[in-house]
């Protein structure tokens, strides 16, 4: 006799405005600015304007064993990779495929959020997140696509990643930034 296994497929990525309905569940605050597609922090900052708070990117990381991570920061923190494996233990890093991106998070090289840890449904992710960057009112991130740009207070995105099964290490990045590039003679 076969014996047939079937494995639960997960559920498929939310979209914003799913995830914008877990928000007002929540109650969670928000307020979202539609934008052209940006796919980097020069791209988003030309684009902004004057909007407010604290600007991050997120950044999607693979160790050497195999295990991801989601490293969020304020957007001029340059950090250097084998530092932050080094402070927090891990095995060295690089960044993470389009393709483990999508499967894991749900998200397209471009949109990688912190919100897309919602879409994490078996935790095969560890957040990271930037202490400096919760000190800032609101936190900007995009929401799960990179045409718009969502604003939220520091004390509701961890109540948010919490929800979401994650617990965040909350680390100082100061003095783990890359050297800057020498100038070109």
Not at 23 to 33: E, R
Not at 73 to 101: C, H, N, Q, T, V
Not at 103 to 110: A, I, K, N, S
Not at 140 to 163: E, G, K, M, Q, W
Request: proline share 9%; net charge negative.
């Amino acid at each position: 006799m076969t014996r047939i296994v079937r494995r639960t497929m997960p559920p498929p990525p939310l979209t914003p405005e799913q995830l914008f309905e877990r928000f007002d569940a929540l109650g969670i605050v928000y307020l979202t600015y539609a934008h052209p597609p940006v796919f980097t922090v020069a791209e988003a900052t030309a684009l902004r304007g004057s909007l407010p708070g604290g600007h991050c990117k997120s950044l999607f990381l693979k160790d050497k064993k195999g295990g991801f991570w989601l490293a969020v920061m304020l957007e001029e923190r340059r950090i250097d990779l084998k530092k932050l494996a080094s402070l927090l233990g891990a095995p060295r890093f690089s960044f993470g495929g389009a393709a483990d991106l999508y499967e894991v998070l749900g998200v397209r090289p471009g949109s990688v959020t912190p919100f897309a840890l919602v879409n994490d449904v078996e935790h095969l992710v560890t957040p990271v997140l930037d202490a400096a960057m919760l000190d800032h009112d609101p936190l900007n991130y995009h929401p799960l696509a990179n045409d718009r740009t969502t604003a939220i207070a520091a004390a509701d995105l961890l109540c948010f990643i919490s929800v979401c099964g994650h617990v965040p290490r909350i680390i100082d990045l100061a003095g783990i930034e890359r050297e800057p590039a020498a100038a070109a003679s």
